[in-house]
């Protein structure tokens, strides 16, 4: 369903609805790990506009040796479509600092995701508002050394609808979300899992 305002020196606005996992996510376990709680409308997304999206991450992560890390960091996220006709550029730019340490204070050591490539997106709803996935690979910079090309699968809830926007003389369709608070989980592939475990790196999406 969509809520349609219309003005006389407005472009066309539709207050759209969450997003969700019209795509698997980079391993056998479900988008971003996380289990549909409510039902959610999905629909792919190809030119969806974020001007900035960020947040930090408080998660617990147990690798397969059962040790359990606190993993703390940051994260960011731009979304501009039109980079994708520039050569070598990706429409979405997803960049990650993940921190952990043992949860009896040993190992501290860091890591980065950069170098994201998108692979598939969508959108959907659900009651507690817009569910957004991208899909990719990225390069994923652990203690032991750097791993290129994995999977990565970016899963976020937030109180933020999409809103689409109409450009009245051109016609051009303009979808953007802004955060409004809500949650992320990213989920990385097996490759490094003995770093991440099997469950995603869980964080907070920023009001902006």
């Given at each position: 369903m969509y809520i349609v305002e219309v003005t006389e020196t407005s472009p066309i606005i539709s207050h759209a609805q969450d997003l969700e996992n019209a795509t698997s996510g980079p391993t056998t376990n479900s988008t971003a790990g996380q289990?549909?709680?409510?039902?959610?409308?999905?629909?792919?997304?190809?030119?969806?506009?974020?001007?900035?999206?960020?947040?930090?991450?408080?998660?617990?992560?147990?690798d397969n040796d059962n040790k359990t890390w606190i993993a703390t960091g940051n994260w960011d996220l731009?979304?501009?479509?039109?980079?994708?006709?520039?050569?070598?550029?990706?429409?979405?730019?997803?960049?990650?600092?993940?921190?952990?340490?043992?949860?009896?204070?040993?190992?501290?050591?860091e890591h980065k995701i950069s170098e994201f490539k998108l692979t598939g997106s969508s959108i959907g709803s659900t009651e507690e508002g817009s569910v957004?996935?991208?899909?990719?690979?990225?390069?994923?910079?652990?203690?032991?050394?750097?791993?290129?090309?994995?999977?990565?699968?970016?899963?976020?809830?937030?109180?933020?609808?999409?809103?689409?926007?109409?450009?009245?003389q051109t016609n051009e369709i303009k979808p953007q979300w802004i955060p409004r608070g809500g949650t992320i989980g990213v989920l990385i592939d097996e490759r490094v899992q003995d770093h991440f475990g099997k469950t995603p790196v869980y964080g907070n999406v920023k009001r902006e």
């Open positions: 289990s549909n709680q409510s039902s959610e409308s999905t629909s792919p997304i190809g030119s969806l506009i974020i001007d900035h999206a960020g947040g930090g991450f408080t998660s617990l992560q147990t731009v979304s501009q479509p039109s980079n994708a006709n520039q050569s070598n550029s990706s429409s979405v730019i997803f960049n990650a600092t993940i921190n952990m340490r043992g949860t009896d204070n040993s190992g501290d050591h957004i996935v991208f899909n990719g690979t990225a390069a994923i910079e652990t203690d032991v050394g750097l791993y290129t090309d994995v999977p990565v699968s970016i899963k976020i809830y937030d109180q933020g609808p999409a809103i689409v926007s109409i450009d009245t």
